[in-house]
């Protein structure tokens, strides 16, 4: 009997690492990816939201895609405000409904959902909120984000989003963002067939970081055997130190990946490219 596929959910925004993610999870076969939503992190939610929706269209995938919120769960901006348009919907358009209506009706309709973040966690924090009963639609949470050593963007700004994931019962597995700081992903993607668009939009998106994070977390969703973890229990710095994940004994156990196998992540990218 063939293994049924994953539901997976992901919640992004558009800047380099994200954009090569999601080209690369539209040509996965190993998932279904059953929605979309964007926050305000480096482009607007909105912005990124016609992004995706573009890159989306080439695939000739017609998915929800919801733009999220713009603001922290203390009502400050999230964005950095670069709104250039690099994939131009034609044929579709965001959904128009608030984004914690949509990922409860998402997850609820598939019953045990995935999720893969890479930005700051306000939509998904602020579905818990409003929806007491989503935790018990959601198997795992997949995050970019955080650091033991370090103060790290996504968690700086919106701690209290992510301190109100950690405090659920859901399964987290949470990419710091030290894992895979000297991996170069360009040995991966120069020369591959690929798609020339995706590759020209990133090189114009951000020249100088790098395009690690957003792909190496959908490998960890897709292998998590290939990583390393500590288990522990975490919380958030919301304070002096504001978003510095700290360990605690009172939490439950989640996962924070320590190592990552290089080789394999970067074949990983090869065959998804190819």
Do not use: W
């Not at 999220?68 to 670069?82: A, F, P, Q, V």
């Not at 020339?196 to 114009?204: H, M, S, Y």
């Amino acid at each position: 009997m063939e293994k049924e596929k994953p539901f997976i959910y992901i919640d992004t925004n558009f800047s380099y690492d994200e954009a090569l993610m999601l080209d690369m999870a539209f040509r996965s076969f190993s998932f279904e990816i059953v929605g979309i939503s964007t926050v305000g992190s480096k482009m607007s939610a909105k912005a990124a939201g016609e992004n995706i929706l573009g890159l989306n269209e080439k695939y000739d995938l017609f998915l929800p895609i919801i733009a999220g919120n713009y603001e922290s769960i203390k009502g400050k901006s999230l964005t950095d405000k670069d709104d250039r348009v690099f994939f131009e919907a034609r044929k579709d358009y965001l959904e128009d409904i608030p984004v914690e209506d949509g990922l409860y009706e998402i997850a609820s309709d598939c019953g045990a959902l995935d999720i893969l973040t890479t930005g700051p966690l306000t939509n998904i924090a602020k579905a818990l909120q409003k929806h007491e009963d989503l935790e018990n639609y959601i198997s795992h949470i997949f995050i970019s984000g955080g650091s033991i050593r370090d103060i790290e963007e996504n968690f700086r700004k919106d701690p209290e989003a992510i301190d109100i994931i950690l405090n659920t019962s859901i399964d987290l597995f949470i990419l710091p963002q030290e894992i895979g700081e000297e991996i170069d992903i360009s040995k991966a993607i120069d020369g591959e067939a690929g798609n020339d668009e995706i590759i020209k939009a990133i090189e114009e998106l951000d020249k100088d970081k790098s395009l690690v994070r957003a792909s190496l977390l959908l490998y960890l969703m897709e292998s998590p055997e290939a990583f390393i973890f500590d288990e522990a229990g975490f919380k958030v710095d919301k304070e002096e130190d504001r978003g510095r994940l700290l360990r605690s004994t009172s939490r439950k156990k989640n996962y924070l990946v320590n190592r990552v196998n290089e080789e394999s992540f970067l074949t990983y990218v090869r065959a998804k490219l190819c």
